[in-house]
């Protein structure tokens, strides 16, 4: 499965040029996720609000492990990409889009409710 399609990118991309001019002011705004990346036999689960326009291969999100803490920043497309690839050969399945996600709050939402939780919450 493509966990990136050229539609998610899109519309990553078009939250990122959305973001980029208020970008770390008071202003910056609070996007809602536009893909959910999970590992269907672990805890790692991601969500993702948009892509930098300048580097269009790092994404921004909510980013969880599976460690008991879940983080917002930057993630690389293509490690996202390797990860997948190399759990795929180890165990047959790599990392998942989620394709029926419908995100119902904004990434400072998720990341609210999944500091409390421990983990992301969709």
Request: hydrophobic share 35%.
């Amino acid at each position: 499965m493509k966990l990136i399609t050229k539609e998610i990118k899109a519309k990553l991309l078009a939250n990122g040029r959305r973001q980029e001019p208020v970008r770390g002011t008071v202003s910056e705004l609070d996007l809602v996720p536009v893909a959910h990346i999970f590992d269907p036999f672990g805890g790692g689960r991601w969500l993702l609000s948009e892509i930098y326009p300048h580097d269009r291969g790092l994404a921004f999100g909510l980013c969880d492990l599976g460690f008991g803490e879940a983080e917002l920043g930057d993630v690389s497309l293509k490690d996202l990409e390797n990860l997948s690839k190399n759990l795929e050969n180890k165990r047959g399945v790599g990392l998942e889009r989620d394709r029926y996600f419908k995100p119902t709050k904004t990434i400072g939402e998720y990341a609210d409710v999944s500091s409390a939780a421990g983990r992301i919450e969709v």
